[in-house]
């Protein structure tokens, strides 16, 4: 069956780096584009950042130039360098498997149960 499963997180300081890991299983990872979003209390989930199958990577404003990600297809992995973490980055991360259907409008969808980001002094 399909797995998708992350790790990395914990509490950082503000303006400290943390590495997220996420590995897939199951699928055939390096067709997926992946993605990182996060979920803070109350507030909607936002993407971090994603990337395709060709290696073109995605940020919104509120990361770019902190956040990194990048993948291992052979690994079957994807990760998320967060550096310079500020208070409102605390968040559940989780990471996404998305594929969609050739010539149809169905994307596949996988989900990992998330991981807390907490960056409190």
């Known amino acids: 069956q399909v ?3 992350e790790s990395g997180g914990g509490l950082v300081q503000p303006g400290g780096s943390l590495r997220l890991s996420c590995a897939a299983s199951g699928i055939n990872f390096s067709i997926f584009k992946m993605g990182w979003y996060r979920q803070a209390p109350g507030e909607q989930r936002e ?3 994603d990337i395709t199958s060709g290696d073109s990577t995605n940020y919104p404003d509120s990361v770019k130039g902190r956040f990194s990600i990048s993948r291992d297809n052979s690994k079957k992995s994807v990760y998320l360098q967060m550096n310079s973490l500020k208070p ?3 968040a559940v991360y989780y990471c996404n498997a998305a594929f969609k ?3 149809s409008s169905r994307v596949v969808n996988y989900w990992g149960p998330g991981t807390q980001v907490t960056v409190s002094s």
């Open 3 to 5: 797995q998708v499963v």
């Open 47 to 49: 993407l971090v950042a």
């Open 88 to 90: 409102e980055d605390t």
């Open 101 to 103: 259907v050739p010539l």
